[in-house]
């Protein structure tokens, strides 16, 4: 079997990469030959000495044309995927909704495209969950963030001239990366506050050592996820937040809702009442902005308070991003290919056709082909 793995493209600012040397190594006794864009893994600290038994080539187009599978992070370009082999296998993420040509050259090209946003959240698939490995990342390092845009500490400390107080840090959703960040938060000193519509998420919250703020309000969707609110849910979330807002030094937002944009979770006249030097780090800025005034990519100053708007986080913490996304699709590969048959996926395996996107000329994600047929 023969894969491919791209370099990501510079313009988009992608510095992870799809396969990192210690899974190639485990990965070439099941039959496997790796071939890679020249300098793929470079700006995740992974230089191309780093693999064994790797070829590299310059020649993106030639390297996509010979493979078998193809990896990448980031949805690959048209072109990419026409220079693809009929009934070959692309592995990235694609995010189908927001790229429906993608899709339809994914489907005319009779591409297997197995989107790594799509493996199911359950318990079988956890180590394939792309999408929990890099949220938890995220989770980490919007702390990392708030605390150096904050004109002050997170743990108590005992000094000569007197003890400084332990900063307020809420999180206001707490799926994989709000729970990390609560966790992140409290290991660094701070007294944690923890949000979401979720009630199950409470316990989660306090173990990690925080307190939950409940606003009474259950919105559970399906799958696990949570639903959008009413505006009578709103209104009473509102309520019961506003307090927690204006005496948090920091805001962690992570709220999100599948298919939806991003929910407003804290609007213009809270943030007005917020302490001065107060920080909001919104995860949700990619999706809309969990914030009113979040602009994704920027930080902004409104009123008391900074809004930083990140985009791509994971890519921040590149080498471990890629470690763990290249695990994740080790495991897939595990899945598809065996010593015994080769490449041969069991589409009756609910993990790998819960994964698949498009096959043999078809749109196989029912909610997919919808939005985008
Ligand atoms: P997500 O990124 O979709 O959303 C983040 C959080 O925002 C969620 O906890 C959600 O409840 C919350 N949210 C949505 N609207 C909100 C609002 N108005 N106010 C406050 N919070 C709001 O979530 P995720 O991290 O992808 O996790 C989604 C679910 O999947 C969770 O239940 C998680 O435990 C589950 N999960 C299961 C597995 C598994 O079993 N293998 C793996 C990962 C995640």
Redesign the pocket.
Known sequence: VKISVLKERDEGGERRVALIPQVAEKLTPLGITFAMETGAGVASSYPDSAYKDVTFSPDRNALVADADIVLAVQPPTLETVKAMKPGAILIAFIYGRNNPDLVKALRDGKITCFAMELVP???R??AM?A??SQ?TLAGYYAVLMGAVHMPKILPMMTTAVGSLRAAQVLV???????LQSLATAKRLGAITEG????PE?KEEAQSLGAKFVDTGVD?TGQG???RE?TDDEKQK?RKALSDHIARSDLIVT?????GKRA?R?IDAEQIKAMKPGAVIIDLGAEGGGNCEGTQAGQTVQVGPTTIVGPVNVPSMLAEQASELYSKNIMHLLQQIITKDKGLAPDFTDEVISGTALTHDGYITNDGIRTAVD
């Open positions: 959240r359950i318990s698939a956890q969950d999408l929990s949220a206001m959703g707490l799926g994989v990366a709000g949000y979401d519509v979720r998420t919105a696990g996820y949570a609110l979330v992570t709220a999100a809702v599948p929910p979770l």
